[in-house]
């Protein structure tokens, strides 16, 4: 019991006092050997690896020592041993993590924590301070998505936002006694979208589109559906004798389920796909369910003309037009699965056109009222 070294060759642990190992090596004098603690806590041995340092190990015995003295047991900072590296390859191998659908980005996030915080660097290292230092630096890098511009403050938002998730299901499953960099704050963004677009720039939009992309476009439009629920819509979420869509928990971004209401033009356009034997997906492209439409998107408003616009803006376009239209936030919400007003808010644009038809006053009272001014005004004026 006590303090042990480690033989750099063999591994071997041994006295303090062992001057030339069993295998021959000479460890009295080595450097960088490691240190061990050995005691006994309620009848069972323990044995800790503490690490190069000599001091140190001979600290954590004492306190050890003292704890069992006082009929209690320090725990090793768990901080302390893990590297950030193997929390996150930990975290990316969870099954609950690989299902997510946000998985590959949530690789690329990890992979600019660990190149910039460092995949050595120990938990308890990974400090608020860090952290800041972290977000000023990802700010000032090259945007590989947007040409000429630096990384937006939204993308280091959601790589801290990443790196809290990770502390916390590590929290959860007791590989770390607490999150470190949870109280790191979020960098401001101004990410508001303000695009819309007019009927002229729909239509063309949707002249634009190829035959397989025009439902799918025409549906997030006029249902503000997300692009993920539209792409993989599926026969068994669709109503059609009802004239209704019903979205699990699961295939929404808010994991609530919710009842979207079809447009009755997309009603139509849907009774008259063929249901294919090979699939349940409503939408299909040579046969095969959707992945990605960014790239066939973009090509269409490029030859549409449109400028500025991407698949998420449609969703953005339904929602206005739904509150033009004299719908009431309540219904509006419940459609787009909304769960606060402030982030509803952000989709709908009041434009100048709108501001002209503001409704005034009758013009009786209105008069009223500036008569009530021009008498205040001429005392002012004697």
């Not at 006590?2 to 090596?25: A, V």
Request: aromatic share 8%; proline share 4%; hydrophobic share 35%.
């Amino acid at each position: 019991m006590g303090l042990l070294q480690e033989c750099p060759k063999c591994k071997k642990r041994m006295n303090i006092d062992t001057k030339i190992c069993l295998c021959g090596f000479k460890i009295g004098k080595a450097a960088g050997k490691n240190y061990w603690i050995e005691f006994y806590q309620l009848g069972r041995r323990k044995r800790e690896r503490i690490g190069p340092n000599k001091t140190a190990a001979e600290q954590r015995l004492r306190e050890a020592l003292k704890a069992r003295t006082e009929e209690r047991y320090i725990e090793k900072d768990k901080a302390a041993r893990l590297s950030l590296g193997e929390v996150c390859t930990w975290y990316l191998a969870l099954p609950e993590v690989k299902a997510k659908d946000s998985y590959i980005r949530d690789k690329d996030f990890v992979r600019h924590l660990t190149r910039l915080l460092g995949a050595n660097t120990k938990v308890k290292d990974v400090t608020p301070g860090r952290v800041e230092s972290y977000q000023q630096y990802r700010l000032q890098e090259p945007s590989p998505r947007h040409p000429g511009e630096t990384i937006r403050p939204a993308t280091v938002n959601k790589e801290v936002t990443c790196l809290k998730t990770i502390f916390n299901r590590a929290v959860r499953h007791g590989k770390l006694e607490h999150n470190p960099v949870e109280k790191v704050k979020k960098l401001q963004e101004n990410n508001v979208r303000e695009r819309v677009l007019t009927d002229a720039e729909f239509s063309a939009l949707i002249e634009a589109c190829p035959d397989h992309l025009r439902p799918l476009i025409f549906m997030a439009f006029t249902m503000g559906m997300r692009r993920s629920e539209v792409t993989g819509l599926t026969w068994k979420e669709v109503d059609l004798a009802k004239g209704f869509i019903y979205l699990k928990g699961g295939r929404t971004k808010t994991d609530c389920a919710r009842a979207v209401p079809i447009h009755p033009v997309v009603l139509e356009i849907l009774k008259a796909l063929p249901r294919p034997l090979h699939t349940d997906r409503v939408f299909l492209y040579r046969g095969k369910p959707f992945g990605e439409i960014k790239r066939s998107f973009k090509a269409a408003c490029k030859r549409a003309g449109i400028e500025d616009f991407v698949v998420h803006d449609l969703r953005h376009c339904a929602l206005n037009n739904l509150r033009l239209a004299g719908n009431d936030y309540f219904r509006i919400m419940a459609l787009s699965g909304h769960k606060t007003t402030a982030c509803f808010k952000r989709y709908n644009l009041v434009t100048e056109d709108e501001l002209k038809k503001l409704k005034w006053p009758s013009e009786d009272r209105s008069a009223g009222t500036m008569d009530t001014y021009m008498d205040t005004n001429k005392k002012g004026l004697r």
